[in-house]
């Protein structure tokens, strides 16, 4: 692989999470939303994977359940050469200092009755044995790494601005010197000038603390600027992964190209100019997915065995996975061949 | 579009403030601009730059108090907006100015059908009998690309997802014929491939019907792709105002040019760092009397701080709000 010397530090094998649905006078189980469907992936020491999908997609569960926030339906989660795919939660009070979360909304994450300095010095009350001099030199030195004022260590999180109260939730993911830290839309609730400066502090205390991210986000823009490898989610399942600038040039898989032809370019001859591919419909729901490849509902070049057979997540270039049928040469599990003509995915439009 | 045409809507000097606790709070300060006919004006800037609450001033849509709009025109269709009785108001607003919100479920009812709410302008604006509406609300519903749109005129908005939603928001814009469209931020809580559906639907559209429309964003690469000028706002101002191509081409105002700068691309080179502009977006308390941007601006000069920079005119259409002059590389004359 890429990274030779690095072993990887996160290892999640066919990860899942339902959420069941109660419905009817009895309150009975009548199905289940099937939030993240058997996903794999490492994340190596010292990179950021970043993940990427549009709203339901199931990255955030993701992110989650690999926290074991969840207590998830199958699947194995191994951090830091740990098993805690089936740990009970009270078992894992002692693994939670090497892993760590930065939640989205910095306004609902903090504690408003909370000053800033208990609010960083929690997770030093609950696993440390300090004395108070010392976490109040701690609760400084991290509100240094972060760039806050030490002087606003007693004020609370309304008196402080969006792109600030995120810097406090950044100190106290970082106050048990965790390895890895699980960033999901660290930036999405933030102006855009704002979101540079928190991206450019997250990679500032990577390289300082020599963290490992997990970085989920919505901005393929910005998911390229800070990660090393992207993995893409639709309904539920991983549909590609690569490394970043494999991705962004030659994206595989008919989802990641309507995706990133999607993004709005800031330059007008370009945007002007470029061929969208433009996806008809919406996303199923994840109760209900559809037979076969989840995506074969919008996919612009489904085949027929797309609606019959899932196809496989496997790795198809070296460092490269995708789930497609388009790049199944020699079809093992459809018995059937998709056809040679079928892989030239760009030229088909039949569909719409 | 047409140079000469007479602009549809011509905004002058709208002034709004907030009067709150803490005092007043200048929201918009002496925001001009005009739309012609069948142009798609772009209005960027970040949160509590001002960009809705100057669309929104200019309809009478702001509660007042604590809104207060102490000055300014509006003039669309030969009145003053700002100076007509609320019954005249009432019927511009959805008539010939549809307005589209940004959260489609916050803005439509969710206990009426959404039939019964397309039917709501039209029978109260064009005096349209229940059939009529009907029928031109299934025509609105199947021109924003609803399929199926005879049955789903009984479906009620939890029933629709969020880009039919949005969808369905713009058919009620667009249901009396609107000279100007007013869309704020209308994609953002929606997803980029649906965002992707919406855009190229409004560009259709505005061929089509040929209206003016306004689109408020916070996300330039939207704008690049749909506007023909743009308006870029900074602490209740137009800091500076362009063509598309010389907005991205050859940005003027330092704040601009830093916001080029901090968002990152899809495509492209890739910055080992991202570039930020330092500091925070200012607390418009007072009215202005220095430059809003000065704080965080790389090119500020002493007279920034005690001189609020006018719109100085740049040619071809583009003018900025600035002291420095980007061309020359010093400071313009007063």
């Known amino acids: ?352 | 579009m047409p140079d000469g045409a007479l602009p549809v809507l011509d905004v002058r000097d709208l002034k709004t403030v907030f009067q709150t606790r803490g005092g007043e709070v200048h929201a918009v300060n002496d925001v001009s601009f005009s739309l012609k006919p069948g142009e798609l004006l772009g209005v960027v800037g970040e949160s509590g730059s001002g960009k809705s609450v100057t669309m929104m001033s200019l309809l009478g849509l702001l509660p007042s108090p604590p809104a207060d709009v102490r000055g300014g025109t509006v003039n669309f269709d030969g009145d003053n907006l700002l100076d007509v009785s609320p019954e005249k108001l009432r019927s511009v607003r959805g008539g010939k100015i549809g307005f589209v919100f940004q959260d489609p479920m916050t803005s439509l009812n969710p206990v009426y059908q959404v039939g019964f709410q397309i039917m709501e302008p039209l029978r109260k604006h064009m005096g349209m009998n229940k059939r009529e509406a009907a029928n031109r609300a299934q025509e609105l519903l199947e021109l924003v690309g609803i399929p199926d749109a005879k049955r789903r005129l009984d479906d009620y908005p939890h029933q629709f997802s969020g880009g039919m939603r949005q969808r369905v928001m713009i058919a009620i814009a667009l249901a009396c014929d609107p000279q100007v469209l007013i869309a704020d931020e209308p994609t953002t809580a929606l997803d980029v491939t649906i965002q992707a559906q919406i855009l190229e639907l409004m560009k259709e559209l505005r061929d089509k019907l040929g209206m003016a429309v306004i689109w408020i964003t916070h996300d330039l690469g939207v704008i690049a792709g749909i506007a023909d000028r743009v308006l870029v706002m900074y602490g209740g101002q137009v800091v500076e105002h362009a063509p598309v191509q010389d907005l991205f081409g050859d940005p003027q105002h330092p704040y601009t040019r830093a916001l080029l700068k901090t968002i990152p691309s899809i495509a492209g080179e890739r910055a080992a760092r991202l570039t930020i502009i330092e500091g925070q977006p200012p607390i418009m308390a007072g009215a202005p009397t220095s430059c809003p941007f000065r704080d965080r601006c790389d090119v500020a000069m002493d007279r920034c701080a005690v001189q609020n920079p006018p719109r100085y005119d740049l040619g071809d259409g583009h003018d900025a709000a600035c002291f420095y002059d980007a061309r020359t590389g010093g400071p313009r004359d007063a």
């Not at chain 1, 899932?310 to 199944?328: D, I, W």
């Not at chain 1, 018995?335 to 040679?340: K, L, P």
Request: net charge negative; proline share 7%; charged share 25%.
């Open chain 1, 1 to 352: 692989m890429l990274d030779e010397g690095k072993k990887p530090l996160v290892s999640i094998k066919d990860l899942k999470m339902h959420f069941p649905i109660f419905a009817g006078l009895l309150r009975r189980r009548v199905g289940e939303v099937k939030a993240v469907d058997g996903v794999s992936f490492d994340v190596m020491e010292g990179e950021t994977l970043g993940l990427v999908g549009e709203s339901g997609c199931g990255k955030s569960t993701c992110g989650r359940a690999v926290l074991r926030l969840y207590d998830i339906t199958s699947g194995s989660i191994e951090i830091d050469d740990r098993e805690i795919g089936a740990t009970p939660q009270t078992e894992l009070r002692d693994m939670r200092p090497t892993m760590q979360m930065v939640f989205q909304d910095p306004q609902a994450s903090l504690n408003p009755r909370m000053t800033v300095e208990d609010i960083i010095k929690e997770p030093l009350d609950e696993h440390t044995k300090l004395s108070d001099a010392e976490k109040r030199d701690k609760v400084g030195e991290l509100m240094d790494a972060v760039g806050l004022n030490r002087k606003f260590a007693k004020r609370y999180p309304h008196a402080f601005s969006g792109g600030q109260r995120q810097r406090i939730g950044i100190a106290r993911a970082l106050a048990l010197n965790p390895k890895f830290i699980v960033c999901d839309e660290p930036i999405a609730a933030l102006d855009v000038s704002i979101q540079a400066q928190v991206v450019n502090l997250l990679e500032d205390l990577q390289e300082q603390f020599g963290l490992t991210y997990l970085f989920i986000s919505h901005d393929l823009s910005m998911v390229r600027h800070i990660a090393t490898r992207v993995a893409v989610m639709y309904l539920g399942k991983i549909v590609e992964l690569a490394p970043r600038e494999a991705l962004y040039a030659e994206p595989l898989h008919p989802y990641t190209k309507a995706l990133l032809s999607a993004v709005p370019e800031p330059d007008p001859s370009l945007a002007r100019t470029t061929e969208r591919i433009i996806l008809q419909g919406d996303v199923p729901s994840p109760s209900n997915p559809p037979q076969g490849c989840n995506f074969c509902t919008r996919c612009p070049s489904v085949m027929d065995i797309c609606k019959r057979v899932e196809p496989e997540y496997r790795e198809v270039q070296p460092g490269r996975f995708t789930a497609c049928h388009l790049y199944n040469d020699t079809n093992d599990t459809a018995g059937q061949t998709a056809g040679h003509e079928a892989q030239e995915l760009t030229n088909k439009e039949n569909s719409t």
